[in-house]
């Protein structure tokens, strides 16, 4: 019984592990889905947006307009650049973990990208 918690338990440690990179908190992992996620949503919003106005928005605009509601992501703040035809959605990390991506982005190709 004992071998069997014990395998057990170092094949749970081995999956978090190709889930979680080396040094970077479990809360942290989550945190960068969740703003994937946020910055798609965004990204959609945008496109949705220049369908009907042939422009992009900035991010003030598509909250004001009810287009996107943008959440609270502790340690990460959105911005948008936009143009006429092009938009660049950057979510900026200020948190403690230093293996989190610092910036994380995405553009009118939706292709998001982390830096």
């Known amino acids: 019984m004992l071998s069997v918690v014990a395998i057990g338990g170092y094949l749970y ?3 978090l592990q190709t889930v979680t990179p ?5 809360t942290t992992a ?3 889905i969740a703003v994937r996620n946020d ?10 947006y220049w369908a ?3 422009r992009y928005a900035s991010l003030d ?6 287009d996107i509601q943008v959440p609270n992501r502790s340690h990460y703040v959105y911005s948008v650049n936009a143009g ?3 938009f660049k ?27």
């Open 61 to 66: 605009e598509l909250q004001t307009n009810g």
């Open 52 to 54: 009907t106005n042939a």
């Open 13 to 15: 440690t081995r999956q």
């Open 84 to 86: 006429e035809t092009s």
């Open 22 to 26: 080396v040094g970077t908190a479990p």
């Open 39 to 48: 910055l798609l949503a965004i990204a959609n919003a945008e496109r949705r």
């Open 89 to 115: 959605i950057i979510a900026t990390y200020s948190g403690p973990d230093p293996k989190a991506p610092k910036l994380i982005s995405v553009d009118e190709t939706m292709a998001l990208q982390t830096n």
């Open 30 to 32: 989550i945190d960068v």
